[in-house]
């Protein structure tokens, strides 16, 4: 919120004042030297005076003047110059002050001698990237073999460290805030403490708080006062910062053949380390819960397409896969269309994929599936060749490389619950989009003419013909409709994984474990189905790691077959025996 | 339909029959000749590569040959033959491997390369005995048998039919696939085996053991071809196919349907497993690719193409679909699916009797 209105003060002064001198004289010592005093006590009001300040005084090129003479002072000067320097720049308020203190916690900062300009040195894979330190534009042409390294020592890496967690703790985003306090958490210095507290003062944001308290809580725990550590130590107990469990561990570990109060400050560190395990496992257990989930629910999504084709009509389909995989392609051409518009795309592709998915299904219908009702082994076979033919159409078509769809920003990122638990968007989403697909297939079947229709087709197809149904017109619906919801699949699975020819031979397999496993013809039983192998599979990975679980998954559903043929939820009655 | 089957398996099963054991036993004499008396550059030369071509479509053909021993005479769709196919050859192949001794590259006189590799210190259990000839072909039959024992045993008394043993048969093979490509498997992982020197002594390499290799493969289709045709046409066979065309009136007439199936089911599986010990020597290579479902679904297709419910379309299939294979991705490999795909589905809705078939109706 400080940012705005600096930047638009800084706009309008841009042309008061030019020379570095001009600029040294007014703006020097003494009115932000007591700034920087207040930023201590009320870390959050400061800065915001601090920009305001520094902002309407000086304009860009002036403060690049200062720098310009701090960053001299700190390539040619002695330690103690150096040092000075240090300060100098942090108080010099210039965007680039961040970046140039962290390069130089990193070592990364570089003199020129000939040219008596600095750089920061950033590390880009193998490569070392050079910046100007005063403008921070890329200079790709630096020689590296005409740089001298600033040598930098350990007062002046605290200096900066503080400087810098300073700066960032009175940064108007809450989240940087919080990022602030938790790269201070190693540090235990009477001087972060001290930072900390004052900024804990000012602090409204509740999580900011929550986590400032346990930095100071984390620093507490080297207290000579055994209460106080004692206090410390339970303040940490229900915290889930990695940096406070490891503090204790040491602490327990410190403490252990301690004598007097010693005992009880490890009494209580164990008890507080036994806590956290006791809230890290159920966070554990809920984050398996969530993969399964997410998991289990891609399998519904492409199991339930293939529930209707292979449910309802008694048709197996092998290229539903191929299916899925149009769907998913249908996704990114969407957005080859729209380059400008990736994060709506999502919302076009759904209606395309089920659209260009559906009609290839009614189009094999037709073609194919229609001359082999009533004989599943010769339908079985012939779409696979279709799926063989289909596969091989998109390699020749687009590519045999994989294609990578874009994931709209509001579905990248993950929803971090604290610090043991995220989730990610995509597979939230992915979650409700499942569940939405179910409810508004079995919506469909339940709740309109043509569910009707399709129900009254499989359950008896010459009765549904003599009450004049158009058996045949149903039949392709229902491929049609099976299929399009492999497109939707395809959609859900091109956000997770890479588009590419083989995207639906990878999840064939799966989807015919879920159907059957679930019961044939039977929606519900195919989502328990879907859910269930999802979730085991993902409770076993720990133990057996991923792909043993899977074989352990497959072996199961094998073995259950041969007790329960006809799955989880057998279809009863007289079209029981259709199949 | 099933009098057009009956009446052209009377009047054309045993002429064709003959025609399929000839032209193997002419491939018996002409191959080592051709190949080992006629000098290199003469225009009838056939040299080894072809052989070894050749030896592998056969290898194909006793596949199809088990396939539809289960498909075409007892209407059990397996899609996960190749599973058994591959646990032969690796049976073949770790002969194979223990044959190499401190040959490797590691030079480790225990263990083969990769176990070196992995930095394990002994054998695994399951690695004993295959240093020995007779061990390891026992193994190449019980192996694939066994398992066949058991899943069938299971799965034909639960009574899981159609496409649902199918699809169960596919579910084997692909949890075969990901255990064998795991490296603490102790079978080479993704690699497989691979790298074999000699078989009983005799270079893998010279052109001699191509084509005594060649010659065993010829041999042993020839024998299982005979054995399969006895089989077929015995009181066991009848009552086989007889549980094909109507299995409930099979058990309402007092046979016990599980027990037929069960046996022609593992009967299938040894066939399939020796098809591929005998494969592994002559492409010198087996790896958990061979467990993937698709070349299980190509072993039906090659029988459905061939002509099901006959031994002889089961070979003639298998070879021609591979012939095919090997043209087509050599010269037009972008074309190959879509050749595969179209046999699928053309061959199911126009030629539910396969290339024999249409033979048999032109005659009729």
């Not at chain 1, 005992?263 to 164990?270: D, I, N, S, Y």
């Not at chain 1, 518009?341 to 219908?365: D, K, N, Q, W």
């Amino acid at each position: 919120m400080g940012r705005p209105i600096g930047r638009g003060e800084e706009d309008e002064s841009g042309d008061v004042l030019k020379g570095p001198r001009d600029r040294r004289a007014q703006a020097g010592g003494a009115p932000r030297r007591r700034a920087e005093g207040q930023g201590v006590r009320r870390s959050r009001f400061a800065p915001l005076l601090f920009v305001l300040l520094a902002l309407a005084a000086f304009a860009e090129g002036a403060r690049a003047g200062e720098i310009d003479e701090a960053l001299d002072r700190l390539a040619r000067g002695s330690f103690r110059e150096k040092a000075a320097a240090v300060e100098q720049i942090g108080e010099s308020g210039s965007p680039m002050v961040p970046r140039i203190l962290s390069a130089l916690l990193d070592s990364g900062i570089y003199f020129a001698p000939e040219s008596g300009r600095v750089y920061l040195a950033a590390e880009e894979g193998r490569e070392v990237r050079y910046a100007d330190a005063i403008t921070g534009e890329p200079a790709p042409d630096v020689d590296p073999a005409g740089l001298e390294k600033i040598i930098v020592n350990n007062r002046m890496r605290t200096d900066a460290r503080a400087t810098l967690a300073r700066i960032r703790l009175g940064a108007a985003d809450a989240d940087e805030r919080g990022a602030a306090v938790r790269s201070l958490m190693g540090d235990r210095s009477a001087r972060t403490l001290e930072l900390l507290r004052a900024a804990y003062v000012d602090e409204r944001d509740r999580d900011v708080r929550d986590t400032l308290r346990v930095a100071i809580a984390l620093s507490e725990l080297d207290d000579a006062d055994p209460d106080r550590r004692i206090a410390a130590i339970r303040e940490l107990a229900g915290s889930l910062h990695g940096e406070a469990y490891n503090a204790l561990t040491a602490l327990a570990a410190r403490s252990e053949n301690g004598e007097g109060e010693l005992v009880a400050v490890h009494a209580a560190a164990r008890d507080a380390i036994a806590e956290i395990d006791r809230k890290r496992s159920v966070l554990a257990l809920v984050e398996t819960l969530f993969f399964g989930l997410s998991l289990g629910f891609v399998l519904v999504l492409a199991a339930i397409g293939l529930a209707i084709t292979f449910g309802v009509m008694g048709v197996i389909n092998m290229a539903h896969g191929e299916l899925i995989m149009l769907g998913a392609y249908t996704t990114w051409g969407v957005q080859q269309l729209l380059p400008d518009a990736i994060e709506a795309s999502i919302f076009i592709a759904i209606p395309s994929a089920f659209l260009v998915a559906g009609l290839v299904g009614i189009v094999i219908e037709r073609c194919v599936v229609r001359f082999l009702y009533g004989r599943p082994l010769e339908t079985l076979l012939a779409t696979f060749g279709l799926s063989l033919v289909l596969q091989q159409a998109v390699r020749t078509l687009f590519s045999p490389l994989n294609r990578s769809v874009e994931t709209p920003a509001w579905m990248s990122g993950q929803w971090v619950v604290n610090d043991a638990l995220s989730l990610t968007y995509n597979r939230i989403f992915i979650i409700f989009f499942s569940i939405a697909v179910f409810g508004a297939l079995v919506a469909l079947l339940q709740g309109t003419r043509l569910g009707l229709q399709i129900r009254a087709v499989a359950q008896n197809r010459d009765m549904a013909r003599a009450m004049g149904v158009r058996g045949a017109w149903i039949d392709a619906a229902t491929f049609g409709l099976g299929s399009g919801v492999a497109g939707l699949a395809g959609v859900a699975l091109s956000q997770l994984t890479n588009v590419g020819p083989n995207l639906g031979q990878a999840h064939i397999v799966d989807s015919f474990m879920v159907v059957v496993f679930g019961g044939v013809g039977n929606l519900w039983g195919t989502l328990v189905a879907g859910l269930g192998l999802g979730i085991a599979n993902k409770f076993l990975e720990p133990y057996a790691g991923a792909v043993l679980a899977k074989i352990v998954v497959l072996v199961f559903i094998i073995l259950f077959i041969q007790r329960r043929p006809r799955g989880l939820f057998p279809h009863k009655g007289r079209a029981a025996g259709a199949f | 339909m099933k009098g057009l089957l009956s009446s052209f398996r009377t009047r054309f099963a045993r002429p064709l029959d003959a025609a399929v054991v000839g032209s193997l036993l002419a491939l018996l004499v002409a191959v080592p000749i051709l190949n080992l008396a006629v000098p290199e550059g003469s225009a009838l030369h056939l040299d080894t590569f072809t052989v070894t071509l050749l030896g592998k479509y056969l290898c194909y053909a006793m596949l199809a040959v088990a396939v539809d021993l289960v498909w075409g005479y007892c209407g059990i769709l397996s899609l996960g033959h190749g599973a058994f196919f591959a646990l032969g050859g690796y049976a073949m192949g770790m002969y194979l491997m223990r044959q190499i001794g401190d040959r490797g590259v590691y030079g480790n006189p225990l263990l083969p390369d990769f176990m070196v590799f992995l930095d394990w210190d002994a054998l695994p259990w399951y690695w004993w005995g295959f240093s020995s000839f007779p061990f390891a072909m026992a193994m190449v039959v019980v192996v694939p048998g066994l398992l066949a024992l058991v899943f069938g045993w299971f799965a034909f008394r639960a009574r899981v039919n159609g496409v649902y043993l199918s699809i169960i048969t596919q579910a084997l093979t692909y949890a075969l696939l990901l255990a064998f490509f795991r490296n603490e498997m102790g079978f080479g992982g993704n690699n497989g085996l691979t790298d074999f020197k000699e078989l009983l002594g005799f270079d893998l390499q010279s052109d001699t053991t191509r084509v005594a290799l060649f010659c065993t493969t010829v041999a042993i289709l020839l024998a299982s071809y005979v054995a399969c045709l006895a089989v077929v046409a015995s009181r066991f066979g009848r009552v086989v196919v007889a549980i094909r065309d109507a299995e409930d009136r099979a058990r309402f007439l007092g046979y016990r349907v599980e027990h037929f199936k069960l046996w022609i089911f593992v009967a299938s599986a040894v066939l399939a497993g020796i098809a591929g010990a005998l494969y592994v020597p002559q492409v010198g290579i087996i790896n958990p690719g061979e467990f993937a479902p698709l070349g299980s679904i190509e072993v039906v297709i090659w029988v459905a193409i061939g002509g099901r419910g006959t031994i002889f379309g089961a070979i003639v299939g298998a070879v021609l679909v591979s012939f095919a294979k090997t043209w087509f991705t050599g010269l037009f490999p972008e074309v190959w699916l879509f050749v595969l795909g179209g046999l699928f589905v053309l061959g199911t809705l126009f030629l539910p009797n396969g290339v024999v078939g249409l033979l048999g109706r032109r005659a009729r």
